[in-house]
Nanobody, 123 residues
Framework: QVQLVESGGGLVQPGGSLRLSCAASGSIFNINTMGWYRQNPGKQRELVATITSGGSTNYADSVKGRFTISRDNAKNTVYLQMNSLKPEDTAVYYC?????????????????WGQGTQVTVSS
């Protein structure tokens, strides 16, 4: 059983910073791309940033220059450093990881999601 657990959300004033963390645990053979998505009520979930196992990153245009995604492969953990936060960054942030579970005998990888963490940017 693979699980993603997020932490680090909360309430911050405009211009402030937050750091989100997401740790993968369970029976894991390897982890491919990890990423962060966000969603507001009534809207589709949107990509924020992704990072491959080799460290290549991709960002939504709306967060480029303000957010930084990183990962610690030894800890199976992905981070999202969010600076210069704006009210429009308010959302539930979800961690995603493409994981090959088990001992390596399975051929396929699967997408797993965390439970979500609320980020609210307001004065």
């Amino acid at each position: 059983q693979v699980q993603l657990v997020e932490s680090g959300g909360g309430l911050v004033q405009p211009g402030g910073s937050l750091r989100l963390s997401c740790a993968a645990s369970g029976s894991i053979f390897n982890i491919n791309t990890m990423g962060w998505y966000r969603q507001n009520p009534g809207k589709q979930r949107e990509l924020v940033a992704t990072i491959t196992s080799g460290g290549s990153t991709n960002y939504a245009d709306s967060v480029k220059g303000r957010f930084t995604i990183s990962r610690d492969n030894a800890k199976n953990t992905v981070y999202l450093q969010m600076n210069s936060l704006k009210p429009e960054d308010t959302a539930v942030y979800y961690c995603n990881a493409n994981i090959r579970p088990g001992d390596g005998s399975l051929r396929y990888s699967y997408n797993y999601w965390g439970q979500g963490t609320q980020v609210t940017v307001s004065s």
